[in-house]
């Protein structure tokens, strides 16, 4: 458990960053907020782009591969957003990567 806690707050800043090469028809399916929402200030990285002020930490699937990725937002209108998805429905959000 302590393991599962502990990899939940490992820097990733891009799910390809992995070494993962996914196929060119690829999607990510966010299937739910695991943590946050952060503000900029609270996570304390300098590598964080002007603009963006918020982030959550979100359970995605890219081709059967489930991972752990942030998302930034510049505000907390698209926090809420994605917050209110995920309490309604079950369904994930998709993302078209191409």
Same mark, same amino acid.
């Given at each position: ?31 739910g907020i !695991?943590?946050?929402?952060? +503000? ?5 990285? &300098?590598? =964080?782009p002007e ?28 926090? !809420?957003?994605?917050?209110? +998805? ?5 369904? &994930?959000? =998709?993302?078209?990567?191409?």
């Amino acid at each position: 458990m302590l393991r599962w806690i502990k990899n939940l707050f490992v820097r990733q800043k891009d799910p390809f960053d992995w070494g993962y090469t996914p196929s060119t028809d690829s999607k990510i399916n966010v299937w739910g907020i !695991e943590s946050g929402p952060f +503000h900029r200030d609270e996570v304390g990285d &300098p590598e =964080v782009p002007e603009g963006l002020e918020y982030m959550l930490l979100c359970k995605i699937e890219i081709d059967g591969q489930i991972l752990y990725n942030e998302y930034w937002f510049s505000d907390m209108d698209g926090v !809420e957003k994605w917050q209110d +998805h995920f309490r309604k429905k079950i369904e &994930p959000l =998709v993302i078209n990567y191409d």
